[in-house]
């Protein structure tokens, strides 16, 4: 058997060493290292890439676009939970709902009707997430945090949703760990157990503030590969 490309060697040992730091962030909250899973997150990366951390035992990705992710593991589908992770259009929402384990992006009234009639339509429900814009970004997807709570009982109420959890993108530019909490708050006062927050640069801050899931992708595969970009 030939040898693996130092490639290889460099991204498993990055997965370990993710691994580890998420133990060690998730041991030091007083929490148990397998409470907090890592989402590898694979977007617009080459397969070689991938296929070490698949290899290494990484069963979980995220993905940003429908057919991006469906190009890329529709044939390697077996054993995993895939997780979309990128605003979603509502014109994808069949196929994201037929391909995706999570969808971790709800964030407005014509997606969560839109979600509500392909779930019923295909009698398949992936777990859901309500995206929260903490920052109040206006270039960024999300409820904003004051109208959180109405959006999660529409969800709840008038489509009967599921909803599992919130999910943050704080701005580049600030601490992370006020964003953190205030997720983790919004959580808490509509009965939510799941919080899908932190990435490369912050994910053992947002462990200290109750993350159930990290979503990492360069300390993982290193730095994202320029992409084309292609409309989803």
């Known amino acids: ?55 290494a035992g990484q069963r979980v990705f995220g993905e940003n ?15 995993l939970e895939l997780h979309l992770i990128g605003p979603l259009q509502t014109n994808k929402s069949r196929e994201a709902v037929e391909f995706f384990d999570v969808i971790e992006t709800v964030d407005r009234p014509r997606l969560a009707e839109r979600l509500e009639r392909d779930i019923q339509a295909l009698g398949r429900a992936p777990r859901l997430y309500v995206q ?45 760990a006020p964003h953190f909490a205030l997720l983790a708050k919004i959580a808490r006062r509509n009965g939510l157990a799941r919080l899908s927050m932190g990435m490369s640069g ?3 801050i947002a462990i200290a503030h109750g993350a159930t899931s990290v979503r990492v992708g360069s300390a993982v595969f290193g730095e994202r590969p320029q992409a084309i970009p292609t409309a989803d």
Do not use: Y
């Open 1 to 55: 058997m030939p040898p693996h490309p130092a490639s290889d060697v460099g991204t498993v040992h990055s997965l370990a060493e993710v691994r580890a730091r998420i133990a060690a962030a998730a041991t030091a909250a007083g929490r148990a290292p397998e409470s907090v899973a890592l989402v590898a997150v694979s977007k617009q990366q080459p397969w070689d890439a991938i296929a070490p951390v698949l290899a």
């Open 65 to 79: 676009r429908v057919q991006e992710a469906m190009a890329r593991w529709r044939e390697r589908r077996a054993g």
């Open 132 to 176: 929260v814009n903490t920052g109040e970004e206006p270039q960024k997807a999300g409820v904003i945090p004051s109208e959180a709570d109405a959006f999660v009982e529409l969800c709840r109420a008038r489509h009967g949703l599921v909803i599992e959890g919130l999910m943050c993108i704080p701005p580049a530019e600030e601490p992370a």
């Open 202 to 204: 912050d994910f053992e």
